[in-house]
């Protein structure tokens, strides 16, 4: 007798389908988006004890300063804005522009004359750039001061002729007129390499298309070259303002009443002589803040306007 089962009869079959869900489990995983990773910044703990440190001796410098009874705050602030220093402050203003005006006019002829192809011309600027850069500013202004000295009488007329006119050194060249003659010369040397270095940063190629245009040369340098060789000139140019208005001090020695003269003037006969240094000094900060502002400003401005 033969019993019947409901068990159906077992098959054999291959493992592979069985392993299919393990390589599609495999699959999803790598084709999955990584995970984000959080970003930290890496710290510096020596920045900031670096920087509690700078503001610490920061405040003790500017406790022991405003503690100080030597340094007089009250006499600074009574001389700051009194007349005489005014007016000395008016003309050290005045010198800085009149000498920086020549200075660059004159420059700008001497760095044409560097780049032009006459040796002979060339050879003039640089005797002139080597005279006037190779010997410091003060001895310049003495020499001029007394250069009555060496030619009593000033003389025009005809070379190898007759005089026309002439006039005594000593009463045409005064502090004033020496202090503007001295400084011109010696910033014109130092405009001269400015300028020549912006014209030579502007790219040959610049000057080969003009030509290409048919454009003559001063129309190449005024529309071509020039405002690209501005981006050079400018940042050199404002320092040398600066340099220039810090120069003048160095006229005091000619007695011409320029700020720190007026100043001297007060402590020789008051005899406080630190706080009177200290009124010069603010003032030379201040009209040097005003001037860093205004070449950023224009700076900005010519970067814009050459591009």
């Known amino acids: 007798m033969t019993v019947a089962s409901d068990v159906p009869p077992l098959r054999l079959s291959n493992a592979e389908p069985a392993a299919e869900p393990a390589a599609e489990a495999n699959d999803a995983t790598e084709t999955s988006p990584p995970l984000p990773t959080r970003i930290r910044p890496r710290r510096h703990p020596g920045r900031w004890a670096t920087a509690a440190a700078a503001l610490l001796l920061l405040a003790w410098v500017l406790r022991s300063v405003l503690s100080n009874r030597a340094f007089q705050w009250g006499v600074v602030a009574r001389y700051f804005s009194s007349a005489g220093v ?76 007759p005089t026309l006119a002439s006039v005594s050194t000593v009463n045409l060249l005064g502090g004033t007129a020496t202090a503007v003659i001295g400084l011109t010369l010696h910033e014109a040397a130092y405009a001269a390499e400015v300028v020549r270095g912006g014209l030579l940063a502007v790219d040959a190629g610049q000057h080969e298309a003009a030509a290409a245009l048919g454009l003559g040369r001063l129309r190449t340098l005024r529309r071509i070259v020039l405002p690209q060789a501005m981006r050079s000139i400018v940042p050199a140019a404002g320092n040398m303002l600066i340099g220039t208005l810090k120069s003048t001090s160095i006229v005091s020695v000619l007695a011409v009443v320029d700020l720190l003269y007026s100043v001297q003037i007060v402590y020789n006969r008051t005899y406080q002589v630190i706080p009177l240094l200290l009124v010069a000094a603010i003032w030379y900060l201040v009209v040097t803040s005003v001037l860093t502002v205004g070449q950023f400003f224009l700076e900005r401005r010519v970067g814009r306007s050459s591009r």
């Open 86 to 161: 005014l007016d000395g402050l008016v003309l050290t203003l005045w010198l800085t522009a009149v000498v920086t005006g020549l200075g660059f006019a004159l420059g700008a002829v001497i760095a044409a004359l560097r780049i032009s192809a006459n040796p002979v011309l060339r050879g003039l600027a640089w005797g002139y750039l080597w005279v006037f850069r190779a010997t410091p500013v003060l001895v310049q202004l003495l020499l001029w001061y007394n250069i009555g000295l060496l030619y009593p009488t000033l003389s025009i007329g005809v070379p190898f002729g």
